[in-house]
């Protein structure tokens, strides 16, 4: 579609992790992006699960290095093993369960705080294909109701979209089950990220410059996860402070 | 300053022999812990008897070695239970015997001295008849030892045997359950095993009496592999020779099972389907707790049918996405089964719930053992074998992923080098592994082989496993450069397991090797070196750092999300508040759980109960990093009250009472050698089960606690979260200091129904209170030179408030003119506006008299307050104060208006280090400290002091309470008519007085003090003297204040 006779193409790949509540579809969204398939009975996320995704805009060919962590929350002290050094972020929730919308914001806080400067999030409200279609689009949407049967969206787009706009995130709704706006997402992100933070395609991963690895003793200090705090320490360190 | 001597030496004393139970790195497995993980026995049992011993099997072989007893099984092993054994007793020779599959012991007559025994069990006797040669079913123990030793352990196992005669009826029920008694039990010969191998249907006409026990959902949707591949049917037949053989006759199977070489040997090959679950039952000794539990599972099923927990709800989440690709779990069949196991695991260990990774697991055992196996060998997992992995925090987990990297560090240096370089983080890939014991990782049937030999020599399995996968692909990793490219590695190694290792190679058999095969070689070859106990070790070495940092996570996360409410105190006042809370709220669960057990052991010696043992976590707590107890959810009163006296000086109780052996002379230097031995001990286990730990303030306990804790426990639940208090404190001390904000929140604590009115008893609670919080002279830092209040001061303005709060008190009308307070109520609020925009120069209060310098007099009152005064304590004549009479009379002294403004808000001090030790003397009430004693038995130090004032504040209580009790005799003469005339003037007063409160706020000063009772007037003497005649209100009152 665009004219291939500009400028070289900016080349880069992206770390991109996938944060929100268990279930609401994070691994689905990755599956339609990637596979572009769906599957009704996805595994739960083990830990996290590393997948690839070339994403083609007219200026610029962005290789996603796509996390896809686990939501139920007491894997939440893993996540900062996953989101650090990576330049955006996916904060997913499920349109049908306002709980996942708290989650969500929970998330974003913490990205806000703890994860590289600059990075770029999206808020996602997911399983699009449940609201009603009729409502799909405004707010006329009726109270939640009786989620069990889906054709329930107990989130209104305006609600998230006002939270979104506030805290300066990208915003989509999304059906990983008919693939509506996947590719939206990732193409929006894709274009979000600054040049600046775009680096050559060789080497991947250590975007948070300089900060270099910590040697293997460098215990202690208030990094996120434990255990793995040895190589996860530098990125989050930096802009520790205070500790909340 | 002598208390915390004391405590310290207390706390000296007791610290020195029991590891403390909050302490993390004290987790050396005793001598009993390692008895139990050898022999693999439920918690419930101790080794009781020990001998050395030569275990004689029917087929003639020999094993030196020893001989246990514990409550209730019988064990042999040739290497004694240590945790360095390279492989544990499960994985070498021996037995573990319940005594209840004992049938017979009988003293053998040996040709010598030897003291020697024949062991028939069941499964000889249950056999016996058809089997001619009975010498041979019996196992025969010939001790080494003293012959004496020899009696008692016979002894010992007699009592035992007898004690365990009562399960007999459970072993049945076990017995019939396993699919080895079927194999054998059923079928003469190899033809039997053959038929049972063919897949569910089999139609055999011959066994139509009995169906084959339930060996997972593989007998209704198939086992995983294929069976021809996997020689199922020669394993079957492998397995069917060893237990027939091992133990004579058709003898020896499930529970008593010889272990001998050809078991390990067997297990490594990989287990035949239908003999898998219970073969990880027995070797991972979850069979033991159904045999103990028999109606355990059902049992919770029914109990908790249609419950609801936040679990269940995650659980349903996730029963159609475990092992999707088996059909048994397309079906509604295998989703019910998981269903329950999980549901019922999660009841019984609340603590741990439900964690995703836990449904794949179940999901795969599901396909070997039935419900209830799957049940207990769940529980097993959880509790024994890879403990915390599924906790709320899952520390287990994180510990094992730093342990594997330091292994790795250590094993593959290079491979080490490399990751660190190009800042590949391991853990990322290998965690999933760990956390779903590679089912997740490996197709399915590899996955089995892998668990088939975990279940019998333990975790260190994961990690031989682990680091076989990284040397056999260590050249490939040391290309990646990236998680990504690490990844995909691994990602494609194990999609071919199946392949042949050496694909190029000329030799046959060993191009036949599958890459799954090296795998176990390399594994359990080369990384041999790694035992339980290098496992041990290096969990021990990491911990303190893994739980440390899980919790800096936890505490940043928490804090970031309690709330609006937590704005109002400072980042480093929420910090500290944090860890006070969490301090107090862990140190105390072990503390009480210390002090249960230290009960249960003087309370019954040993209690030989077989059971329970389920779940139970009977490990380590007390520290956030490990997760949450069982039922926790936030401090009780109790533990509020000790979480106070970490923030508030005023909520350590006065006197050390309930520390025991409080010795009468403090300055007395021999202070620990005035105990001798025995008293030692007796104070240190009194201190042991103290209930508030051994060296820490004891706590008060006063009825303003009570109101606070109420007040703060928003959600009605008897119990604090870290909101509540956050909450809490945010409102006692958030953000900036606001009179008129802090005597509304007084107001409101004694306002109980909310109606806007505190009536008598509320106000003499607020005196109480107000005395309470006061009593060690804190009443507000003072910003200029102004202030140094002595407790008089205080005394005497808490004094003053009581009785204006009575002089200028509302009567309470009678109901049918309800209306009309609401009214008044108003017109009070009106009133207090317009005056407090008007300066009046009227001052309707007493002028001061100044008697002496820096201390101020009591006032004369006014000759017409008496009578109301009188008039107000009269409790047949109900009363009330509202919010802006107790606001004027706050307001109207500057030691009151003060505490109000500042005091009150300073008596916290959440962050420590910035307040005086909890328990030391003000140095000012010292410097003050009369020069004679206060009463001649309580004279010395610190206590005197204390005592005197809270006995001052006492008096002031108890002569109101006089009053009102005077007042109740004078009422019997006085008529009702005089009552309301007066009650007509104390409103008119009540306005008076507001004028001249304002007034007084606007000049600074409100000087309305005055010890206010006439007959005890000034000096400290007599309110003693007068408090000893009033002995039994203020005894009773004392209870409030110091107990
Ligand atoms: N109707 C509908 N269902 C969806 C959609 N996306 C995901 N699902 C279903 O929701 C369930 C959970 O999806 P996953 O992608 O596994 O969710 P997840 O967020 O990765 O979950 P965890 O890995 O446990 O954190 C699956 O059963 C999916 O089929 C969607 O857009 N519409
Ligand atoms: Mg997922």
Redesign the pocket.
Known sequence: MASRDEAPKLSSSVKLVLL?E???????LVLRFVNDDF????E??IGAAFLTQKCTLPTRTIKFEIW?T???ERFASLAPMYYRNAQTALV?YDITKPTSLIKAKHWVSELQRQASPGIVIALVG?????AAPVLADDDGGEEGGDAMNGGNRAVLTAEAKAYADEEGLLFYET???TGENVQGVFEAIANAIPESTLKPRAGAGGFAGGSGRAGAGSGGGDAGAAGMAVNLEDGVRAKEGCAC | MFSSLLQKATAFITDVPPASPTSPTSSRPTKTTLFRNHFRLPDSQTPLQEITCELTLPSGDHYAGKLYLSESFLCFSPNPPSSSSTASATAGIGFTLPLCAIRRVERLHSRSYMFALAITTWHGVANSTSSPGGKEERVTLQFVGMRSSCEAFCDRLKRGLRSQMGEVKNLRILVDSCYSEYLLGNSGGYDGVKRTTDGAGADDSRKKDKDPPDAGLGMIFKYPGDTRKLRDRSKMRLWAEYLRANFGVENGRNVTLVRQPTFHKLIRVGLPNRLRGEMWELSSGSIYLRLFNPTMYRDILQEYDGRHSHSIEEIEKDL??SLPEYRGFQDDEGISRLRRVLGAYSWRNEEVGYC?AMNIVTAALLIYMSEEQAFFLLSTLCDRLVPGYYSKTMYGTLLDQRVFESLVEKTMPILWEHLVKSDVQLSVVSLPWFLSLYINSMPLVFAFRVLDVFFLEGPKVLFQIGLAILRINGEELLDATDDGAFISILKSYFSRLDESAHPRSDNEKLRAVTRFQELMVVAFKEFAGITQNTIIEQRNKHKDAVLSSIESFAKRTQLRNLGPDSRRLTPEELSCTYDQYFGVLYERQGRLQMIADEMEKLATKKKAAAGSGVGGNGGERGRVGLGPTTGETGMDYDCFREFLTGVAKWAVADSVASTPAEPTQPEQSGFFGSYGGAAAAALQRKNLLNPWGAGNPEPADHEFMRRLFRRWDTDMKNQLSLGNVVSGLASVVGGKKDIMGNINYWFELYDDDGDGKVDREGILRITEALLFVTRRGDVGRSDGEEAEWGDERILSAVSGFTRMCFEYADPDRPKKEEGVIKVDKDEDEDDLLELAASSSDEDPLDTPETVSPGERSPTTPHPKDNAKANLALDPSNPLHITLPTFRMVILADEVLERFFERGFAESFKLIPGSEPQATAANPRLMARMPSTPLTPGNAKGLRGVLDGIVDEGMRVAAEVRRRMEEMEDNREEEGEEGEAADAKSIREGDRDLLKGAEADIQEGQGQTDGLHIEKGGGSKGEGRGRSVSYGDQISSRVVEFES
């Open positions: 929100g268990a279930a609401v579809g994070k691994s689905s599957q009704e009975n996805k739960p996320t896809d686990a939501g139920q997913v997911n399983k699009l294909d449940l059906s990983a089950k | 159609n996405r995703q």
